[in-house]
Each structure stands twice: as C-alpha cells, then as structure tokens.
C-alpha cells in the first residue's frame, strides 16, 4: 500500500480542477446565489439508487464481500474502518481508506476499483466495498455479508448540512433555515426513512449486522467483537487492543487525512468539509430548534408508519419534552 504519509494523489485528484463541471457549479452556485438548487441537484445524485442497480447488475458477489450499507453521514467511515483494521488484524496502513475499500460509482480518481484483487493480501481476506444505497438495490440475497449503521435522522441533518457547505464552500450560499426545510420536506428525510427502513426488515438475516450510532459512541469494544464475529474473524487480545485504538474517534479524528475528502481546488486549497466533524450523539439541538426536532420527529415516525415498519423510532431518537 502508499505511504500513508502522501496524501497527495488521493486528496487532490484532477476531476476537481476549476475546469470541471461539477466545480465549475458550485463556484457559480456560491457566486450566483444558486445555492440551494445545487444542493437539491447534489444530493438528487448522491441519494439516487438506480445507479447501483447497473453497478451490480453484472457482478457475481463472493462470500468475503463486505457491502458498507451505511447512510451518508450515519458512521460509514467507522464502520470502514471497523472492517479494514479487523481484516488487517489492526495493522491496516493506507494514505486513505479508499485504497482498500472499493467505492462503485464513486467521483474521485484514487479510489480502488470493485475488481482489485488487492484485499486478498489482508491477513483475513475481506472485500470491504462502500455503498450507501438501501438494500433493495444490493445484493442481499447472496454468500456477501452488509454491515450497517443506523443514525438519528435529526443528526444526519445536522451533519450533512456542515459537511456539504463546507466542502464546497457554500455557507453565505445557503443558509441553515433552507438547508433544513430542504432536508426535511424534500429527498432526505424519505430516503432516510426507506433506508433505515429496509435495513431494520433485514436485521435478523444471517449477512447483516446492524449498528447503532449511539452505542458505538457508549460501547465501542462491545459492538467491535460483535462485528469481529460477524465477519468471522477471531482477534488476539494484542489484535483487539489496536483495533480498536485505529478505530477510536481521537484516533481517527488525528488521522482526518485518511478519510476526509480531497482539498478542492476552488476553495482556494483550503480544507473540504470535515468527514469527522464531533462523533457525537444527541447533538442535533446546536443547529436544529426543538420545533424543527419535533418536525422531524413526528414526520420520521408517520412514515415509517406508512411503511409498516416498526423500527422502535420513538424509544431510539424521541425525546421527552423538557
């Protein structure tokens, strides 16, 4: 693997050159004032399933697939992390993550492709491969394990809005008042909805596993050997130990470099968006009023309602009025 001290071939990769057209629309969007329609076509593509139906319409999925079902801004990066450095026994290095784990569709050039055969050289072999697509577009119905995470919607709110006007420079652009009415009565709240939907149907399928936000931040080590055994892997209590140091937030959060996205070019080379902002919970109330908590709230639950889910919405995330 690269040095992991060079971050430069990942972290300024040439699609984001002022000459291209995704950097071209931000920078007119932050200068026109056409913030929040480039924010609404963003996340129409980033949120958009169809795309990984092509993606996986022709490939056969192995029995050491890790499909990294996680919605945006729900912990992907933990749970890639909690993989790789099992796979690699707590020895894994990489200038960024995403020279071991696969990322179909992804923008970025750096990024290793679904059909490297380079995770064969982990001491356990895992095909870590990033997807944030709901799980009826996945192949679910296969040998390939899904390790998911479920995440406060009010928080994923909260945390999206930071990532995304910081990464691309959109803060004067787009304020926190139409972020949010964007988030909740638009594509967000009911793709976050379907998502965690489909993954709590899928909860008691022997290939998926899944995390709570919350209790990775309450009981890091407990939910690490519970994912160590669903991926099959048996650590030494040394193995353990680093594992689960490379997998704490102080220790991710010193190497940003290996999970955060590219510096843009049109920021000037400044910083994007921070890919670990706080690792928090309970935290959604810096942004978000408690009316707009309460919206939330009462929407997330009529929906899934509408789904017949049964997702325990009001015990997780609900909380009693003050």
């Given at each position: 693997m690269s040095d992991p001290r060079d971050t430069s071939t990942f972290r300024n990769p040439p699609w984001m050159s002022l000459g291209t057209p995704v950097s071209v629309a931000a920078w007119a969007a932050r200068t026109l004032g056409f913030g929040v329609p480039f924010v609404r076509t963003l996340a129409t593509?980033?949120?958009?399933?169809?795309?990984?139906?092509?993606?996986?319409?022709?490939?056969?999925?192995?029995p050491e697939d890790v499909f990294v079902a996680v919605f945006s801004k729900s912990g992907t990066n933990w749970a890639m992390q909690m993989a790789a450095q099992i796979a690699w026994r707590g020895q894994a290095e990489f200038a960024h993550v995403h020279e071991y784990v696969a990322w179909p569709g992804s923008p970025f050039t750096g990024v290793v492709p679904?059909?490297?055969?380079?995770?064969?050289?982990?001491?356990?072999?895992?095909?870590?491969?990033?997807?944030?697509?709901?799980?009826?577009v996945l192949p679910v119905d296969s040998p390939a394990r899904f390790l998911c995470v479920l995440r406060d919607p009010k928080e994923v709110v909260v945390s999206a809005y930071h990532f995304?006007?910081?990464?691309?420079?959109?803060?004067?652009?787009?304020?926190?008042?139409?972020?949010?009415?964007?988030?909740?009565?638009?594509?967000?709240?009911?793709?976050?909805?379907?998502?965690?939907?489909?993954?709590?149907?899928?909860?008691?399928?022997?290939?998926?596993?899944?995390?709570?936000?919350?209790?990775?931040?309450?009981?890091?080590?407990?939910?690490?050997?519970?994912?160590?055994?669903?991926?099959?892997?048996?650590?030494?209590?040394g193995e353990r130990a680093a594992v689960l140091e490379r997998c704490g937030f102080a220790w991710m959060k010193d190497h940003e470099y290996r999970f955060g996205p590219p510096i843009l070019r049109f920021l000037g080379g400044r910083p994007a968006g921070k890919m670990l902002r706080k690792g928090a919970?309970?935290?959604?109330?810096?942004?978000?009023s408690r009316q707009e908590q309460d919206r939330i709230d009462a929407l997330a639950l009529e929906k899934l309602d509408a789904l017949g889910s049964d997702l325990p919405y009001r015990d997780w995330y609900v909380s009693p009025p003050t």
């Open positions: 593509k980033m949120l958009a399933p169809d795309q990984y139906r092509a993606i996986f319409a022709n490939y056969e999925p192995l679904l059909t490297d055969p380079g995770w064969r050289a982990a001491p356990e072999p895992r095909h870590i491969i990033k997807c944030s697509a709901p799980l009826e995304i006007m910081d990464s691309f420079g959109l803060r004067e652009a787009v304020s926190a008042a139409s972020w949010i009415d964007f988030a909740i009565e638009g594509l967000l709240l009911d793709a976050w909805v379907s998502h965690a939907a489909q993954v709590w149907d899928a909860r008691d399928r022997d290939n998926v596993h899944v995390l709570r936000f919350e209790s990775l931040k309450q009981d890091l080590g407990g939910e690490l050997d519970e994912v160590s055994a669903f991926l099959g892997v048996q650590l030494t209590r919970s309970g935290g959604s109330g810096e942004l978000l």
